[in-house]
């Protein structure tokens, strides 16, 4: 019998009247031996064109929130830093071709995948630092990051439309998810002024967490790990590359997708014990 079935079938017996099981839940729960409090890094930037030099964070999110009408949010992020270097630099920045990153608006051309801002400031990291371990954890940390805090918190010095949006927690690095979560704690439609107004201040949150972020690495100050999540820090124990059960490449929140059935929940950490 493959293991879903039997998966199935242990539900239908918890539903069949197995209620004292719900004690066994947590008796075998393996230890987690994941690292999650904050870790410094040891960064030594290697040979690169693409030089940085320390950007003032809220004029960062200034630029990104003036240059998002010519582009949207991810060409704006990266608008936001690039234009800053190709002044302070010059070359190569000054015939960066910035215009690529309009692709990324509505989470890659209006699919609704991954949000721009943040594919922006990946994509930043990506020019500027050329480590891919490091490259992989700054991006995780701001991706935690925008999943978890209230956002937009950015206020312009001068509003681009006379709003002020209210704060949502997104649980997700999606457009689509992000948006809409945003739409239903706000009321109001995705195709409305108040929500690109919201995406417009995000860019803004986004550019200046990038920044600092920047500025933190090239001084050998940056900390990651600041926001971990505990239930990804959970079900990666088993199912990430060092579980028994290593069968997922991922590091989003787990729980904007899946909600635990009543079958895991009583019988995945026995399963775990006796498998291989
Ligand atoms: C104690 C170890 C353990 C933990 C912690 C754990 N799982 Fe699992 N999970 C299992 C086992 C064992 C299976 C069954 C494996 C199989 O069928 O191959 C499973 C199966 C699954 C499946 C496929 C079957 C189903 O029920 O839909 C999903 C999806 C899943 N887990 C998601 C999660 C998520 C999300 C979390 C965190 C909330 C999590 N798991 C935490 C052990 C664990
Ligand atoms: C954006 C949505 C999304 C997120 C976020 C997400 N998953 Fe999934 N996951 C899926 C989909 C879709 C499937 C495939 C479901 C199916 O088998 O039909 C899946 C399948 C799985 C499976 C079953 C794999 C198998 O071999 O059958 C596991 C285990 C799992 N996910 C764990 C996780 C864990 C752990 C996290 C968080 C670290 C996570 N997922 C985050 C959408 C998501």
């Known amino acids: 019998m493959d293991r879903r079935k039997a998966f199935k079938i242990a539900a239908g017996a918890v539903a069949a009247g197995g209620a004292g099981l719900f004690t066994l839940t947590t008796a075998f729960k393996p230890e987690i031996k994941f690292e999650n409090t904050p870790q410094k890094i040891d960064f030594k930037q290697d040979e690169n064109n693409w030089k940085y030099s320390g950007l003032d964070p809220f004029v960062t999110a200034e630029l990104a929130y003036k240059y998002y009408s010519e582009g949207s949010c991810m060409f704006a992020t990266v608008k936001s830093v690039i234009s800053q270097l190709a002044e302070i630099i010059g070359e190569p920045y000054k015939s960066f071709p ?39 954890k700054m991006i995780a940390d701001i991706f935690r990051w925008y999943e978890k805090e209230p956002l937009p918190a950015f ?88 579980g028994k059960v290593n069968n997922t490449a991922v590091k989003m929140s787990c729980n904007s997708c899946h909600s635990e059935s009543v079958a895991h929940r009583v019988f995945a950490d026995i399963h775990y014990k006796v498998m291989d």
């Open 155 to 242: 206020n312009p010095n001068t509003q681009a439309y006379n709003y002020v949006p209210v704060k949502s927690i997104s649980n997700s690095v999606l457009c689509h998810a992000s948006n809409t979560n945003w739409c239903k704690t706000a009321g109001l439609k995705v195709d409305s002024k108040e929500r690109k107004e919201r995406c417009r201040r995000m860019t803004a949150d986004v550019s200046m967490k990038l920044a600092t972020s920047l500025n933190e690495i090239f001084t050998n100050t940056y900390l990651t790990n600041i926001q971990s999540d505990e239930t990804v820090n959970t079900c990666v124990t088993c199912h990430g590359n060092e």
């Open 98 to 136: 910035i215009h690529l990153f309009k692709y990324g608006h509505g989470g890659v051309g209006g699919y609704g995948s991954v949000c721009g801002t943040l594919n922006g400031a990946a994509a930043l990291i990506g020019l500027l630092i050329t480590d891919k371990s490091v490259q992989d």
